[in-house]
């Protein structure tokens, strides 16, 4: 093969590609770099960080806290006189206060008694300014002076209205008077044909004795024509009006008649005579009534002077002073409230009662009758009360209902207001039940370690791993005023924990650095 026909050989295709000098020297410096420090390093910090794991329950500062064990207690179920809970309450007077009222109106004088006094039946409280009760005493008794004596003249007036019905003479002598009078008119009547039969003889002798005259006219005188003429006229004239007199007489006559009557009918009727006795007695009613109200004006105006006194209506103690002197009471004026009259008020230190704050989960323990256990700083020993009744007074802040407690032979050191602590005791249990009653363990937690929210209630407890979480219970109804009972969430060997709360969170480790002693 001649050189012409040979390939030729490309030594260029055999070369390295090499980078230039300076970055050759960078890598190189780069991966003992790498090599020697970073993943050594990487390494050793893996293992310091699981390390640091493993300790860090060790080395981390815990939140220190103190706990308190759960209560076990060993009760039976409604067994007499056992505690089941506790209340506060106070005392009052059973069933109310005793207001002492002013019965009359009036200004307060005198106070004569302080608080705390006992104070005995109509025994005098208070005295009121009397002046003006006393005039008005004067004066109801000069007004029952003059209703006497209008009472004396209307019995007065009375008996001679009597005495005119039984003896009514002033009837009969007018009877008697119109009978006279008829029997004159009748005379008359009677008489009166005599008198015309006279009266015409008389004329006509006067008529011939004139005629005789005036025949004789030249032998007599003149004079004795007229005279005769005269005596003639005359005796005419008496003969008309003797003659005209009988109907006027026979009218007098029946009209004396007619009297006679209505004076006969009067008499056997007395109708005026009974109407003026009747109008005696009804004005000596009238004046009895007006004597009789004169006597109650008296009466009650001697009453208000007494009243000027007041008076304690019952025995007891003072319990507060109302009024005062100078301070003016309303009595019994309708306008006026009970407190504007009330001087003092008292109580029955036998009769008094607790009303107590139970809290609303216990109100399903309480029974009338339940036995109750009273205690007071003032009283050395447990005071007996009963159950009366629930009130329906609650209290929205407290969450409790009130109990009113009845105090047993309440001793003579406590007082109305003063504070106590009431323990409810089971009741009797039924006979019928006694064969169901058995001994149930009951578990017990302070309190005030039980935290209440909108998710119900729990308490902060210490895990196994030594943190802290927040457990859900539930409460029961037995306790004590510090201790509430609780039914689940917890068991006896629960570490409760009892100080160190504030900025604690679930998960957060805690260290136990006491324990407390729960309440009993």
Same mark, same amino acid.
């Given at each position: ?30 991966? *003992? ?11 050793? =910090? ?22 308190? *064990?759960? #209560?076990?207690?060993?009760?039976? !179920?409604? +067994? ?10 106070? !005392? ?21 008694? !302080? ?6 039946? $109509? ?15 004067? +004066?109801?008794?000069?007004?029952? +002076? ?21 003896? *009514? ?72 009006? =003797? ?52 006597? =109650? ?7 208000? !002077? ?15 002073? #109302? ?25 029955? *230190? ?58 047993? $032979? ?51 407890? #210490? ?20 201790? #509430? ?36």
């Amino acid at each position: 093969m001649t050189s012409a026909t040979r390939p030729q050989l490309d030594l260029r295709e055999l070369a390295l590609d090499r980078p230039n000098q300076a970055e050759a020297r960078t890598k190189a410096r780069r991966k *003992p770099l790498l090599t020697r420090y970073l993943i050594p390093g990487g390494i050793v =910090l893996g293992f310091v960080g699981l390390i640091a794991v493993a300790v860090s329950d060790q080395l981390l500062p815990r939140h220190e806290v103190t706990v308190s *064990p759960v #209560v076990v207690r060993r009760a039976e !179920v409604q +067994q007499e006189g056992t505690p089941l809970f506790q209340a506060a309450g106070w !005392v009052e007077p059973r069933p109310t206060p005793i207001n002492v009222p002013a019965l009359t109106e009036g200004v307060v004088e005198e106070l004569l008694v !302080v608080e705390g006094q006992p104070v005995n039946k $109509d025994e005098p409280v208070a005295r009121l300014i009397d002046i003006d009760a006393k005039l008005s005493l004067r +004066q109801a008794q000069n007004t029952l +002076q003059l209703r006497k004596a209008e009472l004396e003249s209307a019995e007065a007036e009375l008996k001679a209205a009597e005495l005119r019905v039984e003896f *009514p003479v002033h009837l009969e002598a007018a009877l008697a008077d119109a009978e006279s009078s008829l029997a004159q008119a009748r005379t008359n009547l009677a008489k009166l044909p005599h008198l015309i039969k006279a009266a015409e003889a008389r004329a006509v002798y006067a008529e011939q004795n004139y005629e005789g005259k005036r025949a004789a006219e030249g032998a007599i005188a003149g004079r004795l024509i007229q005279q005769a003429l005269s005596e003639h006229t005359d005796a005419e004239s008496q003969l008309t009006e =003797l003659r005209e007199r009988g109907p006027y007489l026979q009218k007098e006559v029946a009209t004396l008649e007619e009297k006679v009557t209505a004076l006969r009918s009067q008499l056997n009727l007395l109708i005026e005579e009974s109407r003026q006795l009747r109008d005696a007695h009804a004005k000596k009613q009238a004046a009895e009534s007006r004597v009789a109200e004169a006597e =109650l004006a008296v009466e009650k105006a001697q009453l208000n !002077v007494d009243r000027t006194i007041v008076r304690s209506p019952v025995a007891g103690r003072v319990l507060t002073l #109302v009024a005062s002197p100078g301070a003016r009471v309303m009595g019994l004026d309708p306008a006026g409230g009970y407190s504007s009259s009330t001087v003092i008020q008292m109580y029955d *230190p036998a009769r008094l009662q607790v009303r107590a704050d139970v809290r609303l989960e216990d109100v399903p323990l309480v029974q009338p009758g339940q036995p109750v256990e009273i205690e007071t700083a003032s009283s050395a020993t447990p005071i007996k009360g009963r159950v009366l009744l629930p009130t329906s007074t609650a209290n929205i802040q407290k969450n409790t209902l009130e109990v009113k407690v009845e105090v047993e $032979d309440p001793p003579p050191t406590i007082r109305p207001e003063m504070l106590v602590t009431a323990t409810f005791l089971a009741p009797p249990t039924p006979e019928s039940q006694l064969d169901e009653v058995q001994e149930t363990e009951r578990l017990l937690v302070p309190r005030d370690l039980v935290v209440t929210s909108e998710q119900g209630t729990a308490v902060w407890i #210490v895990t196994a791993d030594g943190t802290a979480a927040l457990q859900s219970v539930t409460l029961g109804k037995a306790g004590t005023e510090e201790l #509430v009972e609780v039914v689940s969430g917890v068991d006896p060997t629960s570490k409760i924990i009892a100080t160190g709360q504030q900025g604690l969170e679930v998960g957060t480790a805690v260290e136990i650095v006491g324990e407390s002693s729960a309440g009993n």
